[in-house]
């Protein structure tokens, strides 16, 4: 049995939790905020409630893993419902697209080219799943390796972007923009990231688009509570400042109230960049680490609208997308010429959950656009988020949804209001971006070079996103094996 210490109670940090609890290791969960859950946030006000973080689950049966791995079904405490129609969405040109909730659904009314694409995107998930995302892969030694052994990686190619993988199956200018999206995903750029992200839309598709009743944030609790029924100690409002190492291990964790609680193994759920950054000490054997980490571009980030609303939406979807006439200036926004995009895609997700509204006539909105981190921008210039904001509320009533005089009150979370919440550098969403034909692959290892640490969570391999993250816990447990 070791002593182990989880820094962040994200996802990960708690699915982390919960196995290695399950497996007989002493366990201590240490979370910086006030609540668990990390950026599966929420807030609730005037019978008003919103999902501050992720909106879509998708790829549920990895969920289902973790649950039954430790100690009994998800059904049991949560209601997993999946959408349909999955997600409508609206382009510029006045084009509507409402993609149904099964796969044979989604094919019949995307047409033969984009199944066509389903089926190539079908074939890199095949290949792909086993060795990269359910692998501790470790470098660029061991992707080269990887590819050069695998026939199948060569055949399907997953190196080129995803924009020329969408250009050799998909003509109907419509359905290319909807592929675009899904390298924001990853918080990405389709002209930069590589085609294997085409497996996100397949996932997506084939396994459905799903929603946690009472709203997703309910995922993190039950997970909490799984971790601490099999012994684990979960604590809150416990920041670490600090990974302990001596002779090459880590010994444990300074908290930032003074003390230390020492450990045999440390789960870093803190983003990597913050845990290479400031969280080791300077001298700790981490500098190649560090360096690949300096040369990756951070992953996008969002600016989040939380709107409740009076009336109700006539055919509103859960999910809703307004794309902008120009998608290429939102990829350039974010990492070309970053600033707070003018005329950005937005996406409503309203929940049909009487959990999130007072009464039957209201609504309650999370409203996100993609946004270029703090830092680059700074998201706390006086006045800007509010000016934001109302841009953001313009743009949804030229796209025709024009829901300004609905407002009974909002609030606004910016990249840095993300960023103070969660210690996410700059507020990245997903640690490193998946920009660059390589760069989905080499995040930050699982293992890290200091013996008995190890990273989980959205910022490391295999990337973020729930299941991904959940993914990333399963490959840690694994690492430090049973007690
Ligand atoms: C606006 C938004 C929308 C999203 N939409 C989706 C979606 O629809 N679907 C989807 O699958 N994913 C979505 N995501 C991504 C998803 O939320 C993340 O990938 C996932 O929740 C990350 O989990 P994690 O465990 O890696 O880390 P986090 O949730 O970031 O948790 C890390 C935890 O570590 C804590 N911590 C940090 N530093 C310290 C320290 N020094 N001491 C103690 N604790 C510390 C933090 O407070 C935090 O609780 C979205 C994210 C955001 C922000």
């Known amino acids: 049995m070791a ?17 290695l609890a399950a497996g007989g290791h002493r366990v201590t969960v240490l979370e910086q905020g006030p609540e668990v859950g990390g950026k599966l946030g929420w807030v609730s006000r005037d019978g008003h409630a919103f999902d501050t973080g992720p909106s879509l689950v998708t790829l549920p049966q990895v969920l289902r893993d973790l649950f039954d791995a430790t100690g ?14 999955a997600v409508a969405y609206r382009f510029a040109d006045g084009t509507r697209l409402t993609v149904p909730g099964t796969l044979e659904g989604v094919r019949e009314t995307l047409g033969p080219e984009w199944s066509a694409f389903l089926d190539r995107a079908a074939e890199i998930w095949r290949v792909t799943e086993q060795p990269f995302l359910r ?37 109907d200018p419509h359905l290319r923009t909807l592929l675009d999206r899904y390298a924001t995903y990853s918080g990405s750029d389709p002209r930069q990231a590589p085609a294997a992200l085409a497996t996100v839309p397949w996932v ?82 981490v500098r190649r680490a560090r360096t690949s980490l300096a040369a990756a571009t951070p992953s996008s980030s969002g600016f989040v609208l939380l709107l409740a609303l009076s009336g109700r939406t006539p055919d509103l979807a859960h999910h809703t997308v307004l794309f902008p006439d120009d998608y290429d200036a939102e990829f350039d926004g974010m990492f070309t010429d970053p600033r707070p995009l003018p005329d950005p895609t937005v996406y409503v997700s309203a929940p049909d959950d009487p959990a999130t509204r007072p009464d039957a006539d209201s609504e309650s909105w999370f409203v996100l656009v993609n946004a270029p981190r703090h830092g680059p921008v700074d998201w706390d210039a006086p006045g800007l988020a509010d000016a934001y904001a109302d841009d953001v509320l313009a743009v949804l009533a030229r796209r025709g949804l024009d829901v300004r005089d609905r407002v009974r009150w909002r609030e606004v979370r910016t990249p840095a209001d993300l960023e103070r919440a969660t210690g996410s550098v700059g507020g990245s969403i997903y640690g490193t971006s998946s920009n660059g034909a390589t760069a989905a692959f080499l995040r930050p290892a699982n293992a890290s070079p200091v013996r008995g640490l190890y990273l989980v969570g959205g910022s490391s391999h295999p990337g973020g996103g729930l299941p991904l993250v959940t993914l990333s816990a399963e490959i840690v447990a694994g690492l430090v094996g049973p007690a």
Do not use: F, M
Not at 3 to 19: D, E, N, P, Q, S
Not at 80 to 85: F, G, N, Q, W
């Open 3 to 19: 002593r182990v210490v989880v820094i962040g109670a994200g996802l990960g940090g708690l699915a982390t939790a919960a196995r």
């Open 135 to 171: 692998s501790p892969l470790r470098g660029a030694r061991t992707l080269a390796r990887l590819a050069r052994s695998s026939a199948d990686v060569r055949t399907v190619a997953p190196w080129a972007s995803l924009r020329k993988l969408g250009a050799q199956y998909l003509t």
């Open 72 to 85: 009994g079904p998800l059904d049991d405490v949560l209601d997993l419902e999946r959408l349909d129609p």
């Open 204 to 285: 997506e598709q084939a396994y459905g688009s799903w929603y946690v009743r009472g709203g997703l944030h309910r995922l993190p609790l039950a997970v909490a509570d799984r971790a601490r029924e099999r012994g684990a100690d979960v604590r809150t409002s416990s920041p670490v400042a600090e990974v302990l190492v001596e002779g090459g291990r880590t010994t444990g964790v300074r908290l930032a109230e003074g003390g230390v609680v020492p450990a045999d193994v440390v789960v870093c759920n803190a983003d990597a960049a913050a845990l290479y950054g400031s969280l080791l000490p300077r001298e700790a054997p």
